[in-house]
């Protein structure tokens, strides 16, 4: 999952308590899909009352994991880093 999308969506919600209401409905949705067995890919959303058709390469199972991280994000103030862990191998 792409740390920008989080970013972005934290950026776009933090303070706005109408903005994470909506990302909570949103996940709530997902999950409810995905429980239901309709965890196909997302070619449309509905934000601020507009639809429009995107395609988004998530399953809604992975869509409800990215909302449930920015809203974590946004409870606890936070915003979502992009870590990259690097390795050495020593060979004798």
């Known amino acids: 999952m792409s740390y920008k999308f989080k970013k972005t969506l934290v950026s776009w919600a933090e303070g706005d308590e109408s903005r994470i209401l909506e990302i909570r409905e949103t996940r ?37 994991s990215c ?4 809203l974590s994000h946004l409870n606890n103030g936070t915003a979502p880093q992009n870590r990259v862990v690097g390795g050495f191998n020593t060979y004798e």
């Not at 909302?67 to 920015?70: A, I, K, P, R």
């Open 67 to 70: 909302l449930t991280d920015v």
């Open 28 to 64: 709530d949705e997902c999950v409810s899909k995905s429980l239901s067995s309709k965890g196909s890919r997302i070619s449309s959303a509905t934000t601020n009352s507009n639809t429009f058709s995107m395609a988004i390469g998530m399953t809604y199972e992975e869509y409800a």
